[in-house]
Structures are given as structure tokens and as C-alpha cells.
């Protein structure tokens, strides 16, 4: 390791950040699952989290120049995963999204996320003109395409939306042009008729249709959003307390410890809480925005910005579906929803930003 790149140079106040998330978290799966058959999960998502930081030390010492080199191959594997996936993947509940290795569950789609901000940071960053052609900005949108396609086949709407932000982001860095934006929209708005008939299956199409309107349907597809609205207006200002939430503790809340946690922990917590866990997310957006303000080159910030936009994305949607504010896609909520391909996957990501921070000062 060069003596320019040390641990004391880790942003540990975003560390700080994130482990206070990931302890609420620990402590709302502890309290949603109490009295069912998910009971104990909170061990199994501290030993997720723990293996997570391991791997977030590691990966802050790889040179993340070494990494995009390594970009090409590392694309090529992430295509073949989501296409074995699909031929060997394990079924649940009407899609293949995992690998089964017998110890544990591989979802390829989460590691994805991460290689295609890898992918957008090595394209752009051998990218030097600030004036992106069309060309240009069909090239990248394309390589965003392919596995996003692949994962909508699976079928996982929710993780392929998170594809989205990963392209705007690098396309706004890399210079698109707003000529060029709103041709994006145009094609987007002409395709979306297609999509709906033909890319959508029926339960994804319920899901959508009753988000305007979920009292149409209230014991179907309209129940999850009604139930987590329940929840969140019934915590009040200061809550009802740990395990006293009547929505969550009578089972009425769906899947309390993974999309809906925040549903659960403002049950329990109230405005006060849900408005700490926000300031929270604030506080870990804010210090990765500045990380990328002191990145070492232009790879660095697209890194650093490509992580932003993920975890962005992710709260900004799972807050709004819990309040009824977005359909549900099922996208959990950063580092406090059950998970361990999310949990991992998050930590690998801040493990990049910290590799980025570290050799800010690198010649």
C-alpha cells in the first residue's frame, strides 16, 4: 500500500453514518419479526452486516484505477450471471432472481448496480469532451440497456428501475446536452405504451394501476400500500414503542423487516423517528457529495456520484411507496431493510468511495 493512502484518510464520519442506520435497522427487524416465523433474522442481518464492513476495508485497498481496468471482463460476467439466472435460477413466487449455492441465495441483479457504476465511470472517464454527441450518449445508454432488459425478464421491475439513475447521472456528468434530454424523454414517453402492453406482467400492471387509487382494491393489490399508510399515520409524533405497533405486531403490515421496515419503524417511533432516520440518509448523501468534490480525477467522481444516485434513488422510492407516495416495486430501503445481497452490495460501494477518498492525494 502506498504510504499516501491510509486508514486515517477512511471518511469515518460517513462510516459513523452508516452504522447508526444499520443499527436501527438491526433493532426494527428485531422488533417486526417477534412472534413470527422470520424471528432471529436480526442475527443473521448483523452477520451480513459485519461481513459487509469486512469487505468494504478490503476494497477501499484496491486501487480503483486497478478495478477500472478490469471493467470489460467484469461486464462480461455480470451478462452471463443474469442470463444463468434465468436458466438455472431458483423460483419464487413467480420469478428467477436467485442462484441457489445451497449456503446461501445469489441475486446477480444487486452485484450489477455496482459494476455498472464501474462501467459509466471507465466510459466517461476516457471520455474528455464536455460536450456529449448523440452517438455517444446511445453508446452508454445501451450498455445500461442490455442487463436492465435482462433483469426485467426475470422478472425484478424494482432492481432494474435502480439502472436508471446510475445512466442519468454519468449522462448529466458526462455532458449531455438538454437538446438531447428531451429526445430521451420523447423516446421514453413514445415507448411507454409498448412497455405497458407487452414489458409489464399483470401483478406489476395491478401494482401501478392501484397506486392512484388503493381503496379500489383494498384486500389486493391495493392492501400493502393502505396497510404501511396505517402504520406510518398511527406512530403519531413519538410512537407507540418497540414492539407495540398494532399494525406490525398483528401482521397486518407486509414484510415488515424488508420493504416496508420504514413503515414498521415509524409504527413504533413516530414522526420524530422516521424524521431521525431522514436526516440520517441526508447526512451519508451529503458526505458522499463531498468525497466526490475531492476526488482525485474525473473516474473518481463518476464513482463517487454513481453510488449517489443509487442510494438516492433507493430511499427517495421506498419512503415514497411506504407513504403512498410511489408505487410498490419492491426496492428495500438501504442498510436498514433485511438483506444480504442489499447490505453487501451497499458496503462494496462505500468501500469504492473510500478507496476514491483515500487517494485523494495521490499524484
Known amino acids: 500500500m502506498s504510504r499516501y ?52 476495508f478490503l476494497v477501499s485497498l484496491v486501487n480503483y484505477q486497478a ?21 438455472f435460477g431458483k423460483k419464487y413466487l413467480g420469478a428467477r432472481r436467485w442462484i441457489d449455492f445451497r449456503l446461501f441465495h445469489f441475486q446477480p441483479s444487486e452485484w450489477v448496480k455496482l459494476i455498472l457504476i464501474l462501467t459509466m465511470a471507465k466510459y466517461f472517464a476516457e471520455y474528455r469532451e464536455n460536450d456529449l454527441p448523440f452517438r455517444e450518449l446511445v453508446k452508454a445508454g445501451l450498455v445500461v440497456l442490455f442487463p436492465m432488459l435482462l433483469v426485467l425478464k426475470q422478472p425484478d421491475l424494482g432492481t432494474a428501475l435502480t439502472y436508471i439513475p446510475i445512466a442519468i447521472m454519468a449522462l448529466a456528468l458526462g455532458g449531455m446536452r438538454p437538446k438531447h434530454a428531451m429526445v430521451l424523454m420523447v423516446i421514453a414517453a413514445v415507448l411507454m405504451p409498448a ?3 407487452w414489458g409489464l406482467k399483470p401483478y406489476q400492471k395491478e401494482r401501478l394501476s ?10 389486493g393489490s391495493g392492501y400493502q400500500v393502505i396497510q404501511s399508510m396505517v402504520a406510518v399515520g398511527s406512530g403519531g409524533v413519538w410512537g407507540k414503542g418497540v414492539a407495540k405497533g398494532t399494525q406490525t405486531q398483528g401482521q397486518f403490515l407486509p ?17 420524530v423517528g422516521a424524521l ?25 467522481v463518476f464513482l463517487i456520484m454513481g453510488v449517489v444516485a443509487v442510494l438516492a434513488f433507493h430511499v427517495l422510492v421506498n419512503v415514497g411507496m411506504v407513504v403512498g407516495f410511489m408505487p410498490v416495486t419492491g426496492i428495500p430501503l438501504p442498510l436498514m431493510s433485511y438483506g444480504g445481497s442489499s447490505i453487501l452490495f451497499t458496503f462494496l460501494a462505500l468501500g469504492i468511495v473510500m478507496n476514491v477518498r483515500m487517494r485523494r492525494f495521490v499524484n
Open 5 to 56: 493512502v491510509r486508514f486515517r484518510d477512511f471518511d469515518w464520519v460517513l462510516l459513523i453514518f452508516v452504522l447508526i442506520i444499520c443499527a436501527l435497522g438491526v433493532s426494527e427487524i428485531y422488533s417486526a419479526t417477534l412472534g413470527t416465523k422470520f424471528v432471529g433474522m436480526h442475527i443473521k442481518q448483523v452477520e451480513w452486516i459485519v461481513a459487509g464492513v469486512v469487505l468494504m
Open 210 to 219: 392501484t397506486f392512484v387509487a388503493p381503496e379500489a382494491d383494498s384486500r
Open 255 to 271: 414484510v415488515p423487516h424488508t420493504d416496508f421496515i420504514f413503515a414498521a419503524w415509524s409504527e413504533e417511533h413516530g414522526f
Open 195 to 197: 412497455m405497458w402492453k
Open 67 to 87: 478495478l477500472l481496468e478490469l471493467v470489460p471482463w467484469l461486464y462480461g460476467v455480470s451478462l452471463i450471471s443474469l442470463i444463468s439466472v434465468l436458466i
Open 276 to 300: 431521525v432516520v431522514m436526516l440520517l440518509y441526508f447526512g451519508v448523501l451529503m458526505r458522499l457529495i463531498h468525497d466526490a468534490q475531492t476526488a482525485p480525477d474525473r473516474a473518481g
